[in-house]
């Protein structure tokens, strides 16, 4: 009898944790874009024109122009014509340091008016997943407001939180924070 009872005990114990493992699958990660053209060393199709319904011609982009446009964004990028703003803890208020960028950025937007903006709101490790998805999406907007009040069309400004999921440095300490409760800006197509 013992025996059939600490049996019971370990199926019913074993069972939900059974079902827990295979019964919850992950999702299958993204693919990763592809980076190279298909075909590579082949020549790209010409641009072709293209009627529209309103009698204009539109041009159609050849994969190597839109490779080019990538490149000038990457570099755009990694020149860091955007600067980034940061926050106090648990705030999403634009400091004067935070001003002072913003007003170079929108400068920089309304001076190169082709490009759009994606601002990515970012918050430290503390607090809830939840809650900081939540801030990171008010420091987006804050940015965003002020830029749209300077001056720039809104439709050129996305925004998108990632809350505590891209820290810059991941250290558990005021210093990492710090670098961490921060808008990007990304420069986009």
Not at 45 to 56: H, I, L, N, Q, R
Not at 111 to 136: H, P
Request: glycine residues 6%; hydrophobic residues 35%.
């Amino acid at each position: 009898m013992p025996n059939r009872i600490s049996r019971l005990l370990v199926s019913l114990l074993i069972l939900p944790l059974m079902v827990l493992v295979v019964g919850c699958p992950k999702k299958p990660p993204p693919e990763p874009a592809q980076t190279t053209a298909p075909g590579v060393g082949e020549k790209p199709a010409p641009a072709t024109d293209v009627p529209s319904e309103s009698g204009f011609q539109e041009t159609a982009e050849t994969p190597s122009s839109l490779d080019e446009q990538d490149e000038a964004l990457r570099k755009l990028n990694a020149q860091k014509v955007l600067g980034t703003i940061y926050f106090e803890f648990n705030k999403s208020d634009l400091s004067s340091e935070a001003l002072e960028q913003l007003r170079k950025n929108a400068q920089w937007l309304k001076t190169n008016s082709k490009y759009r903006v994606r601002i990515e709101g970012n918050c430290d490790d503390r607090g809830t997943v939840e809650y900081n998805l939540a801030l990171g999406e008010r420091r987006a907007t804050a940015a965003k407001s002020y830029l749209v009040k300077a001056g720039i069309d809104g439709s050129r400004i996305e925004t998108i939180s990632y809350g505590e999921e891209h820290p810059v440095d991941p250290g558990h300490n005021e210093e990492a924070w710090l670098k961490n409760r921060r808008d990007d800006f990304v420069v986009i197509r």
